[in-house]
């Protein structure tokens, strides 16, 4: 996930935490309070339950993604987690990402399915193009913070139905993967075509996931959206390990000199799997506010 990618606007809104209220201050202070989508509540075992303060927030400008994590981790009151949360909410509702990588990966899949033609293979990417339509369709939900009562509705059963569609993506990487491993039954075009497809489904999954979190806490289920952050982060944790273990085993091929004249597309593969391996962004997209999840084996470098 590149700045570019994100497309960023010169203006997005952030935290004013000059505005914050003095019963949230001393909850932060203790540890008594959780952030979830620029709202605040009393976290479990503070013995108090409920909102403890809608955020306040102010325009600022960014121009970039490292610049908009480098200004949440400044913050003071409020923890970095929380913080950084907040930043990349905010990025995701009001960029374009999503549409334009929906896009890319639509046009990925038409691709493959004129050429390999497998029943299974079809039907699984067509969940996983659903999957990123139900996600463009939060995003569009999330929109107008002022709408959030009139969304629910609408949200419960959206939520539902794109975490079965997230998990059969998740799933199926494996499925894929499998294929692109069979080297000398696939063309060049194909060999490509099919692991730059498991390679953006690990690059949009965190994103996805984040949206999905999102609006669950928009809807006031803070603690669905904690587990959707949980589950998701495990989830994408084995599949981020298979995807390793593909790039492992072509690794040895091309050291063998049996990956036949496919290295140099494996390099180009390999080049951008690195990034998203290390990507800092998709570590903190699955990180609750309150720093709980990481992503250790997946953050490892291949």
């Not at 959780?34 to 400008?61: C, M, N």
């Not at 998740?170 to 692109?180: E, H, K, P, R, V």
């Not at 593909?246 to 091929?253: D, I, R, S, T, V």
Request: charged share 25%.
């Amino acid at each position: 996930m590149t700045t570019s990618a994100f497309e960023l606007l010169e203006k997005i809104w952030i935290l004013d935490e000059s505005k914050l209220n003095q019963t949230l201050v001393e909850a932060l202070a203790q540890g008594k309070a959780v952030i979830h989508d620029g709202v605040a509540y009393w976290a479990e075992g503070s013995g108090k339950t409920g909102v403890i303060q809608h955020l306040p927030f102010k325009e600022a400008t960014v121009k970039s993604v490292e610049e908009a994590i480098k200004a949440a981790q400044m913050t003071t009151v409020i923890a970095t987690a929380a913080s950084t949360c907040i930043i990349l909410g905010a990025l995701i509702i009001q960029t374009k990402y999503l549409a334009a990588k929906l896009d890319k990966i639509q046009a990925t899949v038409d691709e493959i399915a004129k050429d390999v033609h497998s029943q299974n293979i079809i039907y699984y990417m067509d969940k996983i193009t659903d999957y990123m339509g139900g996600i463009e369709v939060a995003r569009t939900l999330l929109a107008d913070r002022s709408l959030a009562e009139e969304i629910r509705e609408v949200a419960y059963p959206l939520l539902a139905n794109v975490a079965a569609k997230r998990n059969h993506s998740l799933s199926f990487i494996d499925n894929i993967l499998s294929l692109a491993r069979n080297t000398k039954e696939l063309t060049n075009r194909h060999y490509e075509l099919i692991v730059n497809f498991a390679h953006m489904m690990m690059e949009i999954m965190p994103i996805g996931m984040h949206t999905e979190y999102l609006l669950a806490s928009r809807v006031g289920k803070p603690r669905m959206a904690e587990q959707i952050l949980l589950d998701g982060a495990k989830r994408y944790d084995s599949a981020m390990l298979v995807y390793k273990g593909f790039l492992n085993e072509q690794h040895k091929a091309l050291v063998r000199g049996t990956i036949g004249d496919k290295a140099e597309i494996y390099h180009r593969i390999e080049h951008k799997a690195e990034s998203l391996i290390n990507s800092l962004e998709n570590q903190l997209l699955l990180t609750l506010p309150n720093g709980r999840i990481a992503l250790p084996k997946a953050t490892e470098k291949i």
